[in-house]
């Protein structure tokens, strides 16, 4: 999200309280605004179709399925986005831009065929249970189009196409809402159905429209498509960090989904609504630390991480270690703004959750378990924030080290808080966190130690062969006697 | 007893002076087995060899200056490398050259895991490399300087990792890669004995050649000629003798940092017996005809000779130049070469190529040699062999040879300076038009080889030098004399 920056550092460069406010403005809105229409998308057609109107199980049904597009498809799609990212930009860093689109396409081709290899025995278990097949189909498709719609949005936003990603959300889900009411009222379909199947062409039309977008930039194809499988090899521990932070995003809930009190649907779906909606709520409390993170923290280390860079590149040694210095402490300094700055807002945003959320329908369960983890989510984003300065140093090892520490101890975490008070429900999510936080922290501090090291001493001066050393002598009268003339 | 013979991009595959020495040396001791480790550049030359090997030449092992790293069945895998405290002070002292620990780093590249690519990549070459920067080479792009540094001494790890077969004498025929194999040989069989035997002065060779060089920039060419210095220093320390072919050369490797005690002059030799009665010239040829037995190659600045010649075939339209000597080893230089002699005109030079040197030279009048750098050279030796004079510049040994080293036999040809058109010019026309100076110079030359500079003299110095180092590991030498 770097190329967000860019535009940033011209807005806010100009120093005003007008461009500090229209750049916070452009950050939130490129960073949320495709969020915020799905829910208001939901939301509206929630309450123009009357979706309270609809029976227990049904209801239950739609929301479940919903859930499970939503984070199956993040689970799935963001291990494989994060090598594509990375090819898509060193191919046009390298200008070889007929490699992006066998990136496109063998991307699109992992992506689909890991999502329906996890889809595919569900949708089948779905449909054997009583759930009817159209519908899982549906379910199936608009899955895919999620997934899609995840990849198809990493190319374009390595392109900078902040707007028009806003605007294919903004017209499709628009587009969604009209269709929703044309299944409804014209074809008579049911409301639940008329939402999902809504969604899924909603879904699978951003994918389309941003898959087009990113086409018309790359005309031409090389037709390698080996290369970005052996990215795949190369940056596997890029694949790892990824999905085990997603799945550490995630795992809490998994857990609760097996206690007792979970709701399960058709002996299919399994969710624990209290827990669910409190998690998504404390997320949505603390998600302005992503755009904090784009606006502010990222836009100021990136510049003194480019400094650093040219320096390494063509400077001598003391700007080296000049650029170096101030760049870590301008992480440092970012960090800790970043923290002050989330912690004020989380403050805000919890204060005003918990006075109005009772008023419209929140139960007191989702309440109580909401604070904690409102503040597992705050410190799971200061973390994501440390990550990403991870990425920035290559530091894949601790990466995915992070991520294994954060999915481990959120399941372990979760397994002993889930037999306590509600109040501290989200105690084990909040220990992963802490403890995925201060790993990371304790990491960028050793980087900061040995980044000479992690800059200079990579790679290799000669090339090696996984082979035993041919013999040294070519000629050897009581062997053969002849001259040994192979290369070896 | 086992002699292991230490080449440079020389013997087996280049015909040359040094070449000719070697393969000279190794017939010359039928009754010795030799075991020759030779340099070269890559695996492209792996076992091309051009000559014909003598029998008591039982082995060649090749050591590759660029070679990939095998790994396989290695502890070096990983990509970590651990040195002691020992080791990175003597790596240390290897890069920042002062006083360097030798004998720690051959014991270093003597262990089974170590890596070159991981110790060049290490965090102790870094940090080394950052002491040594920060000594006199601030003002630099550092990453240049680092990676510069790393193939600086990418080459010599290689020769380090190697291992050189058990012999009871290791005989270095240069310092420089040579020389450290011979010294990493005493590492590792420390009964072993170690000879040096410079022919030019390889400290001197290689700072020329890099002062010279377009692809070295002008600020790392004290790091190459360091390095080299390093190289040369430490062979001198560990050898048992250095020899040399005359006394300035000799004068050069105690400036070097060889000690005293360990230098001998061991002038070179040649089968004189070989050269009677070999083809003369026919009474009927018109023609003055000068030989240059030489590769054509820069350094035997070939062009100068050329355009020497022309100026005095001006003059003397009966001139004629031979350029006798094999044209495969700088293409570039003999289609310049080429060019230049038909740029000129100049109908009477002929190249022959690779040729044998008896069939032609009874048939010159006098031979010539231009080159900028040489030691003692052996195509004057074998001029002298067939009484012809030699017009000669004045590098290595050639003053010598020509006006003789306390001797009496008179001059046996010209010494003009390097590079000088018109004295080399002056001096062709001298010789040209004066058919009894060049007579009683070739006499001369021929009485200063028969006494100083024949196979003889050379086999028995060596044979003295073979026995005392034989007898100093205690190895029986085998007594009986026979000459090939």
């Not at chain 2, 060899?49 to 895998?77: C, H, M, R």
């Not at chain 2, 070459?125 to 040594?132: D, R």
């Not at chain 2, 030691?375 to 004045?394: D, H, M, R, V, Y």
């Amino acid at each position: 999200m770097a190329g967000i920056g860019v535009q940033l550092n011209r807005i806010f460069n100009k120093n005003t309280v007008t461009t500090s406010i229209y750049g916070i403005g452009f950050s939130f809105t490129y960073t949320i605004a495709p969020m915020l229409s799905i829910i208001g998308c939901l939301l509206a057609m929630y309450k123009v179709l009357g979706f309270d109107s609809v029976g227990f199980t049904e209801r239950e049904l739609f929301s479940c399925s919903v859930l499970y597009i939503f984070i199956f498809s993040m689970l799935t799609s963001s291990p494989f986005n994060s090598v594509l990212s990375k090819y898509q930009t060193d191919k046009i860093y390298e200008q070889k831009y007929e490699d992006i689109r066998p990136c496109i396409i063998v991307g699109t081709i992992t992506n689909l065929t890991f999502s329906s290899l996890i889809a595919i025995p569900f949708c089948i278990r779905a449909v054997l249970k009583g759930i009817p097949i159209y519908y899982m189909f549906t379910v199936y498709m608009g899955y895919l189009g999620f997934c899609l719609t995840l990849s198809t949005m990493v190319y374009n936003s390595i392109l900078k196409q902040y707007k028009k990603m806003c605007a294919y959300f903004v017209i499709s889900m628009g587009l969604t809402f009209v269709l929703s009411l044309i299944f409804k009222h014209i074809f008579n379909f049911s409301i639940t159905y008329s939402m999902l199947l809504a969604l899924t062409v909603g879904f699978l039309l951003i994918a389309s429209l941003e898959l087009a977008n990113v086409l018309r930039y790359f005309t031409t194809n090389s037709n390698n498509y080996r290369d970005i499988l052996h990215y795949y090899r190369i940056y596997w521990k890029l694949i790892a960090a990824n999905f085990l932070y997603t799945l550490g995003l995630f795992s809490h809930n998994f857990v609760f989904w097996m206690q007792p009190w979970r709701l399960v649907v058709f002996d299919t779906y399994v969710c624990n609504q209290p827990y669910d909606m409190a998690s998504f709520l404390a997320m949505f409390t603390n998600i302005s630390a992503g755009v904090f993170f784009i606006s502010r923290v990222e836009m100021h280390f990136h510049e003194k991480y480019k400094n650093y860079m040219e320096a390494i590149i063509g400077g001598k040694l003391d700007t080296i270690e000049k650029t170096k210095k101030r760049m870590f402490q301008v992480l440092s300094s970012q960090l800790i703004t970043l923290a002050h700055f989330q912690f004020i807002i989380t403050v805000i945003i919890y204060l005003i959750a918990v006075t109005v959320l009772p008023t419209i329908g929140f139960s007191g369960l989702v309440m109580e378990i909401y604070p904690l983890l409102t503040v597992g989510y705050y410190i799971t984003f200061i973390m994501y924030s440390e990550l990403l300065f991870l990425y920035y140093f290559n530091d894949l090892t601790g990466g995915m080290i992070n991520g294994l520490l954060f999915t481990v101890f959120s399941v372990i975490g979760s397994l002993f808080s889930a037999n306590f008070n509600p109040l501290w429900y989200g105690a084990g999510f909040t220990m992963a966190g802490f403890i995925s936080f201060t790993y990371s922290y304790f990491r960028l501090r050793w980087i900061e130690k040995n980044i000479d090291i992690h800059v200079f001493c990579r790679g290799t001066i000669v090339e090696r062969v996984n082979q035993k050393m041919p013999r040294q002598d070519v000629y050897n009268i009581y062997d053969t006697g002849k001259i040994d003339t192979r290369a070896g | 007893m086992k002699i292991c013979i230490i080449a440079e991009g020389c013997y087996p595959y280049v015909i040359g002076g040094v070449s000719g020495w070697v393969h000279n040396m190794i017939n010359l001791f039928p009754d010795i087995e030799f075991y020759l480790v030779t340099i070269v550049a890559d695996r492209s030359f792996r076992g091309k060899f051009t000559y014909k090997l003598p029998k008591n030449l039982t082995k060649v092992f090749e050591i590759y200056l660029q070679d990939v790293e095998w790994t396989g069945n290695s502890k070096a895998k990983k990509n970590r490398v651990n040195l002691s405290k020992r080791e990175t002070l003597a790596l240390r002292s290897l890069i920042i050259g002062e006083d360097v620990d030798w004998v720690t780093v051959f014991r270093m590249f003597n262990r089974q895991d170590i890596s070159v690519n991981n110790l060049l990549m290490s965090p102790q070459f870094l940090e080394i490399t950052k002491e040594f920067y920060n000594m006199k080479y601030v003002d630099i792009t550092f990453s240049d300087f680092l990676w510069t540094l790393r193939s600086i001494y990418l080459p010599l790890f290689l020769v380090l990792k190697a291992v050189p077969p058990k012999a009871d004498i290791y005989h270095s025929v240069s310092t420089g890669y040579a020389g450290i194999v011979g010294c990493k040989a005493l590492s590792l069989y420390p009964d072993a004995r170690l000879l040096i035997s410079e022919h030019g002065i390889y400290t001197r060779e290689r700072e020329e050649e890099i002062i010279k060089a377009k692809w070295v920039q002008n600020i790392y060419k004290n790091i190459w000629i360091e390095q080299f210095r390093k190289l040369s220093k430490g062979a001198y320390y560990f050898a048992d003798l250095v020899t040399s072919l005359f006394e300035e050369a000799r004068s050069l490797q105690i400036d070097l940092g060889c000690p005293i005690s360990k230098t001998v002059i061991t002038p070179n030799g040649i089968d004189a017996e070989a050269f009677k009665n070999i083809p003369v010239k026919d009474p009927d040829d018109p023609y003055i005809n000068i030989g240059a037995i030489i590769r054509v190659t820069p350094i035997k600045d070939v062009k100068t000779m050329i355009n020497a010649f022309y100026f005095a075939y001006k003059k003397q339209p009966r001139l004629k130049l031979w350029i006798m000597g094999p044209l495969d080893e700088n293409p570039e230089y003999v289609e310049e070469c080429f060019e230049l002699v038909r740029m000129l005109k100049a109908d009477n030079i002929v190249f022959t190529g690779k040729i044998h040197t008896q069939d032609y030279i009874g048939k010159m009048d006098f031979m010539i040699l231009t080159s900028i750098s040489e030691g003692q050279p052996l195509s004057i030796l074998e001029g002298f062999a067939a009484k012809k004079p030699c017009i000669t510049t004045n590098v290595g040994n050639c003053y010598g040879l020509i006006y003789g080293e306390n001797d009496n036999f008179g001059d046996a040809g010209i010494v003009v300076p390097v590079m000088n058109i018109s004295e080399i010019s002056e001096a062709i026309l001298k010789l040209a038009n004066n058919p009894d100076l060049v007579k009683k110079m070739g006499e001369n030359g021929y009485k200063r080889l028969m006494y100083r500079y024949r196979n003889e003299h050379m086999e028995e110095t060596y044979r003295r030098i073979y026995k005392t180092l034989a007898h100093m590991s205690n190895v029986e030498f085998p007594e009986e004399k026979s000459v090939s």
